[in-house]
């Protein structure tokens, strides 16, 4: 990741409760001013969940000044495009984005400004960071990544299932990465996968 201006960028790693993507200079916090309001852009994907209530919890009991500038694109291509108009305009010290499509569509537009990305399931193979190491580009943040295996066995301890199925969304790459893995384990269980747009075909068929 490039020197930022803004030491803040790394303090949000260890606020958010979740698996740390990257490790910074331990000296970058003491250059912050804590006597600065530190001013964030939040956008959202499908709006608020337990991961920004985490997140502001956390900065809030740090020892610097925040306030926050939520923006909801409710799963929208197009209102998303306009929070970024918006969010170019204004004078934010950082933005904070929840999901890939989110984030892909963020980074795609703002080079400059310190970028958070949280519940981003495979940041490398969706092209928003360069690798594990580095990210190369003006974002850091964490993966919400949990083998597909490892899921089904902890599943299966809570209920005796033998039959499961996998519900993906085929705009989301992500989900569809999911849907497949799923498939391709054997944990004496058999799964199906059931794509959203189908199940939305066969509904208007029948209206």
């Known amino acids: ?106 980074l795609s537009r703002i080079k400059e400004k310190p970028v958070v990305f949280n519940i981003v399931n495979r940041p490398v193979e969706a092209g928003i960071i360069a690798s594990w190491e580095s990210s190369g580009n003006n974002a850091t943040g964490a993966s919400n990544k949990v083998p597909v295996r490892q899921q089904l066995r902890a599943l299966k301890k809570v209920i005796n299932y033998s039959r499961l199925g996998v519900i993906y969304n085929p705009r989301e790459q992500n989900s569809i990465k999911i849907g497949r893995a799923s498939c391709r384990e054997r944990v004496e269980i058999s799964v199906v996968a059931v794509s959203l747009k189908k199940q939305r075909k066969k509904i208007k068929n029948k209206e």
Not at 21 to 44: D, G, H, P, W, Y
């Open 1 to 106: 990741m490039r020197h930022l201006d803004l030491p803040l960028t790394f303090l949000l790693l260890s606020c958010i409760f979740l698996w740390p993507v990257f490790s910074t200079a331990s000296t970058a916090l003491a250059q912050a001013s804590v006597e600065k309001n530190f001013k964030i852009a939040m956008i959202t994907w499908r709006g608020e969940t337990a991961a920004e209530l985490g997140f502001m919890e956390g900065l809030r009991k740090s020892r610097y000044k925040v306030s926050f500038k939520k923006y909801h694109a409710d799963q929208d291509r197009a209102q998303l495009s306009k929070i970024i108009d918006q969010i170019q305009e204004a004078a934010f010290d950082l933005i904070y984005v929840f999901g890939t499509t989110a984030t892909q569509a963020v």
